[in-house]
């Protein structure tokens, strides 16, 4: 058996845990870019960190489409190495790097035609759209490179080669750690960019992790090269990615759809729950990085097993990790439970603001474990080739549960009201999909 097959043998847990503590690195490193931009932006003003507010649903939402892409590699590719099939499996990855660059010069385009009209349907008032469109230019010009990372992460994730995917997240990780004062505030005789400088600097990052990623892959024993396209049967090759990525695209775009819709509510009580909310959303994708570590790494371990016909293995490892999502959810929430307004003083000095970052914090959290559930199980689902099955429950989640009870509360329940719709959307979307992944891995 291939090397490269090495998570279809070994202790379950122990891949788990070597799959997923690098990709907690990685994934820390790239909720830290967040956290940095509302950090630099922060001291520009309060216009400003309620333009970012509008503009991070959006930007995340998008990465998720690059995500999409990545899932789609990551599956078709893992379940080729499981069945032994190395030559498919270089097919399939260097034709998927190239239809990843493909769309994100699409998505780039678009982003830049759009952004106006787009945001204005959010609700962004008109004093901030120049603001907004000020850093949705060189983020739209930056869309190619992230798509072709992601591609590249791909190829690195079906082969289990964690370290590696993070060593690249740490790598554009430190570079906007480096730029962002740079060129948001100025400094070393490069101009103050405002705005605009967290939106290079995210750009010029992902530069940095497509060159080192690219070199990693090269190293693996799926290495680039194109001329393998040649000999894949193209259509069916980028069918095969397509079918995973477009449903797991729009999956992981489902729920900042649902945060850019929850904005707009929001926008009526005012922006200061605009801004508690948004600075509140930067804290908790930074917490719950464990939890999108796991689902990044069940994929490679439940893909490779399930190729490789040994199903009791993918079923112990999606088990084992909703176990834990369950464990650390519950105590991640008791811990930002009693610590809301702390946390919230290191965004931003306005009593309004804490008050309602706190407020989110304490309802929302109770259901990051629902979150973690349903997360790992559309990653296992996603790895089987059954990403429309994760389609529909992050569907379900959004628009059935949170939008609904967010819309029909407001009136009542003001800001909270919007938090209570997302906390019920986890805890239920979160059982829901833990049921329904656990019945399909259960299936031949």
Same mark, same amino acid.
């Given at each position: 058996?291939?090397?490269?097959?090495?998570?279809?043998?070994?202790?379950?847990?122990?891949?788990?845990?070597?799959?997923?503590?690098?990709?907690?690195?990685?994934? #820390?490193?790239?909720?830290? +870019? $967040?956290? @940095?931009? =509302?950090?630099?932006? %922060?001291? *520009?003003?309060?216009?400003? &960190?309620?333009?970012?507010?509008?503009?991070?649903?959006?930007?995340?939402?998008?990465?998720?489409?690059?995500?999409?892409?990545?899932?789609?590699?990551?599956?078709?590719?893992?379940?080729?190495?499981?069945?032994?099939?190395?030559?498919?499996? #270089?097919?399939?990855?260097? +034709? $998927?790097? @190239?239809? =990843?660059?493909?769309? %994100?010069? *699409?998505?780039?385009?678009? &982003?830049?035609?759009?952004?106006?009209?787009?945001?204005?349907?959010?609700?962004?008032?008109?004093?901030?759209?120049?603001?907004?469109?000020?850093?949705?230019?060189?983020?739209?010009?930056?869309?190619?490179?992230?798509?072709?990372?992601?591609?590249?992460?791909?190829?690195?994730?079906?082969?289990?080669? =964690?370290?590696?995917?993070?060593?690249?997240?740490?790598?554009?990780?430190?570079?906007?750690?480096?730029?962002?004062?740079?060129?948001?505030?100025?400094?070393?005789?490069?101009?103050?960019?405002?705005?605009?400088?967290?939106?290079?600097?995210?750009?010029?990052?992902?530069?940095?992790?497509?060159?080192?990623?690219?070199?990693?892959?090269?190293?693996?024993?799926?290495?680039?090269?194109?001329?393998?396209?040649?000999?894949?049967?193209?259509?069916?090759?980028?069918?095969?990615?397509?079918?995973?990525?477009?449903?797991?695209?729009?999956?992981?775009?489902?729920?900042?759809?649902?945060?850019?819709?929850?904005?707009?509510?929001?926008?009526?009580?005012?922006?200061?729950?605009?801004?508690?909310?948004?600075?509140?959303?930067?804290?908790?994708?930074?917490?719950?990085?464990?939890?999108?570590?796991?689902?990044?790494?069940?994929?490679?371990?439940?893909?490779?097993?399930?190729?490789?016909?040994?199903?009791?293995?993918?079923?112990?490892?999606?088990?084992?990790?909703?176990?834990?999502?369950?464990?650390?959810?519950?105590?991640?929430?008791?811990?930002?439970?009693?610590?809301?307004?702390?946390?919230?003083?290191?965004?931003?000095?306005?009593?309004?603001?804490?008050?309602?970052?706190?407020?989110?914090?304490?309802?929302?959290?109770?259901?990051?474990?629902?979150?973690?559930?349903?997360?790992?199980?559309?990653?296992?689902?996603?790895?089987?080739?059954?990403?429309?099955?994760?389609?529909?429950?992050?569907?379900?989640?959004?628009?059935?549960?949170?939008?609904?009870?967010?819309?029909?509360?407001?009136?009542?329940?003001?800001?909270?009201?919007?938090?209570?719709?997302?906390?019920?959307?986890?805890?239920?979307?979160?059982?829901?999909?833990?049921?329904?992944?656990?019945?399909?891995?259960?299936?031949?």
């Amino acid at each position: 058996m291939s090397e490269a097959a090495r998570l279809t043998r070994g202790s379950i847990r122990g891949h788990l845990v070597t799959q997923t503590l690098p990709m907690v690195v990685a994934s #820390a490193a790239l909720m830290s +870019v $967040g956290l @940095v931009d =509302a950090y630099f932006v %922060g001291q *520009l003003g309060s216009d400003e &960190l309620a333009a970012m507010s509008f503009i991070f649903p959006v930007t995340i939402a998008l990465a998720s489409l690059g995500v999409g892409v990545m899932v789609g590699v990551n599956s078709v590719v893992s379940r080729a190495i499981g069945a032994g099939d190395m030559e498919r499996a #270089a097919r399939q990855a260097n +034709v $998927g790097i @190239v239809f =990843a660059l493909a769309l %994100g010069t *699409l998505m780039g385009l678009a &982003l830049w035609l759009l952004a106006g009209p787009l945001f204005r349907l959010l609700q962004a008032p008109p004093d901030l759209l120049p603001l907004i469109e000020r850093y949705m230019g060189p983020f739209a010009l930056g869309m190619p490179v992230l798509l072709l990372q992601m591609g590249l992460n791909g190829v690195l994730r079906a082969q289990g080669e =964690a370290k590696r995917t993070s060593a690249v997240a740490v790598t554009y990780a430190a570079a906007n750690w480096v730029l962002d004062p740079l060129l948001i505030t100025g400094g070393l005789g490069l101009p103050a960019l405002g705005i605009a400088g967290a939106a290079w600097a995210t750009t010029i990052g992902y530069l940095c992790a497509v060159l080192l990623a690219a070199w990693l892959v090269h190293g693996t024993h799926l290495p680039l090269d194109p001329t393998l396209i040649r000999r894949a049967r193209l259509g069916n090759a980028v069918r095969d990615i397509a079918g995973v990525a477009a449903p797991a695209s729009f999956s992981n775009a489902i729920n900042p759809i649902g945060l850019s819709v929850l904005t707009a509510l929001l926008a009526s009580q005012g922006q200061e729950a605009v801004a508690g909310f948004g600075a509140a959303g930067r804290l908790q994708s930074f917490a719950i990085v464990p939890l999108l570590a796991l689902s990044a790494s069940i994929g490679a371990i439940v893909g490779q097993n399930w190729g490789a016909g040994q199903f009791e293995r993918a079923r112990r490892a999606f088990l084992q990790a909703g176990a834990f999502c369950v464990v650390y959810g519950l105590t991640l929430a008791a811990v930002l439970f009693a610590a809301g307004n702390w946390f919230a003083g290191f965004f931003t000095d306005d009593p309004r603001v804490i008050a309602e970052f706190a407020r989110y914090i304490r309802i929302a959290a109770w259901g990051y474990a629902g979150f973690g559930l349903l997360i790992v199980a559309n990653g296992a689902l996603n790895a089987v080739g059954k990403a429309n099955w994760s389609l529909g429950q992050s569907f379900a989640r959004v628009f059935l549960i949170m939008l609904p009870a967010a819309w029909v509360l407001r009136p009542l329940w003001g800001s909270a009201a919007i938090y209570t719709g997302e906390l019920a959307a986890n805890l239920i979307g979160g059982a829901l999909a833990a049921f329904i992944a656990w019945r399909m891995l259960s299936r031949r």
